[in-house]
């Protein structure tokens, strides 16, 4: 029987945020800021624990990047957008405590927490627009999410230690490196299309992909990991799963590789070879 766990960590420990862009009045570290005197409520905070949330004014950003990289407890959601530009939400009382900043050629945004507990969640939000993200890199109990469609030469996603990615929309590429490590979660809702794809989940972490299409695809579920690829469309397939691992794969290739050990399983009851 093919288990796929369902790993809720992240969602329970992540927060949730918001962006858009405008015009600038000031710069400091590549980044200006707009409006700063505006104060806005979010109205669709609506629980006690999210009752003195703010949301504060968009900010452009003068310096490019093509990471978006999330730490910390911080959901970050990432929107169509022909400017680089990111709206905070949060309570005021944390406000100083979340890093916005460009770093080489990542965006970081982290929630710098030197308490190890907190009466409730730092409900971080934080909404992206930039034209050019091709990377995305997570970590400690974060949220992603990708409300956008993607057209880009490479793509790499990472996610670690209990976070979540979730991608909404089509995604072309000429090669996707997709990686889920240590109890974290990433979902594909819609295709991806690419000439190679490295996809691997890792360390009881849970990895879906709703539709596949490439020429060389690479996969593997290790570690009592599981990892799901439905609507496969591809050349020569190659997957491993080891140790305590779980994977179902589902389509149709040229030819598939496929090898299991030490306790796991690999569902191909639904993978046809052409």
């Known amino acids: 029987m093919n288990i796929i766990p369902k790993l809720t960590i992240a969602t329970l420990l992540a927060s949730t945020c918001v962006l858009a862009g405008c015009s600038n009045t ?12 505006a104060n806005y409520d979010d ?12 949301k504060y004014p968009t900010v452009a950003i003068n310096k490019s990047f093509n990471t978006i990289s999330v730490s910390n407890a ?3 959601e990432y929107v169509a957008g022909d400017t680089r530009s990111y709206t905070l939400s949060c ?3 944390i406000k100083e405590k979340v890093s916005i900043k460009v770093k080489g050629n990542s965006l970081c945004v982290s929630f710098n927490n030197k308490q190890r507990r907190w009466s ?3 409900n971080i939000h934080v909404v992206v627009t930039s034209p050019d993200v091709d990377r995305f890199e997570i970590s400690n109990a974060s949220t992603l999410i990708v409300n956008r469609e993607l057209n880009v030469e490479t793509l790499k996603v990472e996610s670690n230690n209990a976070s979540n990615i979730q991608f909404n929309y089509p995604i072309r590429t000429s090669s996707a490196s997709i990686a889920s490590n240590n109890a ?7 295709p991806i299309t690419a000439s190679s794809a490295s996809i691997e989940s890792n360390n009881a972490s849970n990895l879906i992909i709703k539709g596949l299409t490439a020429t060389n695809i690479n996969g593997s579920s290790a570690n009592c990991s599981a ?3 439905s609507g496969i469309d591809g050349g020569d397939l190659k997957f491993e ?15 598939s590789s496929i090898s299991k050990n030490q306790m796991s399983s690999v569902n191909t009851s639904n993978l046809k070879t052409r």
């Open 91 to 93: 309570r005021p009382d």
């Open 43 to 54: 109205s669709d905070n609506s629980s006690a624990d999210k009752a003195d949330i703010t």
């Open 120 to 122: 409730k969640s730092p």
């Open 184 to 190: 974290s979660s990433i979902k594909f809702n819609k």
């Open 241 to 255: 799963s080891s140790n305590m691992s779980s994977a179902k794969l589902s389509g149709t290739v040229d030819s």
């Open 26 to 37: 000031y710069l400091k570290d590549g980044i200006s800021i707009i409006n700063p005197d």
């Open 74 to 76: 911080v959901t970050v």
């Open 227 to 229: 990892l799901e690829i």
